[in-house]
């Protein structure tokens, strides 16, 4: 079976939540950019939540809107620690409450209904899992400017 493909980069679920909380209102080849050495020392909730938002900062100022989102990955980090063992939760609604998708609830509920519905009915699911499983065509992100 072929594996989904993403324009992200990422190694495991954790830093495909930490690539899709820093791609908003960025593109993926900057998200891309930043998390090559960003990931390179923190991949797990643990390491993240380490190196603090002041630590995250320098990789990701890059991108627009670093402070904000270096607080939700730190405090999403700290919330996958604390609550759910350090792994990525495979339910929606728990993911809908990880700060990068609860800063504003509804926009947050609205982009993670629409990457379920376009990544095969799970938000943590690369682009084209919907397509590939037979659900029909998924629009990339050139297509939804």
């Not at 190694?11 to 791609?23: E, R």
């Not at 900062?57 to 996958?80: C, F, M, W």
Request: charged share 20%; with cysteine; hydrophobic share 40%.
């Amino acid at each position: 079976m072929d594996h989904p493909k993403t324009e992200l980069n990422y190694a495991n679920p954790f830093t495909l939540v930490v690539a899709v909380a820093l791609s908003a209102q960025a593109t993926d080849v900057s998200v891309n950019k930043a998390t090559a050495k960003l990931f390179a020392v923190a991949d797990t909730p643990a390491k993240m939540a380490a190196l603090g938002v002041e630590g995250l900062e320098p990789y990701i100022k890059t991108i627009g809107l670093y402070r904000t989102k270096a607080k939700n990955v730190i405090a999403l980090s700290r919330i996958l620690l604390e609550q759910h063992g350090g792994q990525v939760p495979l339910d929606r609604a728990a993911l809908q409450a990880l700060p990068a998708w609860a800063q504003d609830r509804q926009r947050g509920a609205q982009r993670a209904g629409h990457r379920a519905r376009h990544r095969g009915g799970h938000p943590c699911l690369p682009r084209g899992a919907q397509a590939e499983a037979g659900g029909g065509s998924t629009p990339t992100r050139s297509s939804r400017s």
